[in-house]
């Protein structure tokens, strides 16, 4: 069995380095959780939510899975908004998918996954109920566009959640966004938002 040793030796260097930098760092972070920021993104191991946005640790409180889903039987992405509204009394919400996302190209391919179909499901539903705006388009151009359309249903479910909806009649200031993400350069777009009036605001 592997045990991974070089990951701890990684650790230890990285650790090293930080307090080289920083000799208080990790006791400073240790004292208290107060991020500004909720995000739910894709587990994409090519999207790590503090580096896009150069955040520190403790900045960001971070909710991922498959194609940065958000459904009203997920009791995991439910409990996570709770706690970070109503707890740890976040300002910003932001649902960040990212184009080429495996798991909306998975719901666009005429395959069987077994267990990840259910999960699935959920991005072939935005697919069918946006059948009109896909159709026609080269296979690049519909997984791009149906990963935008994704993150704006996500974004919508966050909304309509009822932890973020009695934050809102409570006069919280809290805003939803939904973005998206290049992994060829870099660089992130806003596709919508909604204030803590319920405005929406789609940006693109």
């Not at 990951?7 to 006791?27: M, S, T, V």
């Not at 996954?113 to 159709?135: P, T």
Request: glycine share 8%.
């Amino acid at each position: 069995m592997e045990s991974l040793k070089h990951l701890f030796e990684r650790n230890k260097d990285w650790a090293a380095a930080i307090k080289a930098e920083d000799p208080d760092y990790f006791l400073n972070l240790s004292k208290q959780q107060t991020p500004g920021y909720l995000w739910i993104g894709c587990s994409d191991s090519r999207v790590p939510a503090n580096q896009i946005v150069n955040l520190p640790p403790g900045e960001v409180f971070v909710h991922r899975n498959i194609a940065n889903v958000v459904v009203h039987t997920d009791l995991n992405c439910l409990s996570v908004i709770q706690f970070a509204v109503e707890y740890l009394k976040v300002e910003h919400i932001v649902v960040c998918g990212h184009y080429g996302c495996g798991g909306v190209q998975a719901a666009l391919d005429e395959k069987q996954y077994g267990l990840l179909d259910n999960w699935l499901g959920h991005i072939k539903d935005v697919a069918r109920l946006n059948a009109d705006q896909l159709q026609g388009l080269e296979s690049h151009e519909k997984l791009n566009l149906l990963c935008e359309l994704n993150v704006k249903e996500q974004f919508a479910n966050v909304c309509n959640t009822s932890v973020v909806q009695k934050a809102w009649g409570n006069g919280a200031k809290l805003t939803v966004y939904g973005w998206i993400y290049s992994i060829e350069d870099g660089i992130l777009n806003s596709l919508c938002a909604r204030n803590a009036a319920g405005e929406l605001f789609d940006t693109k």
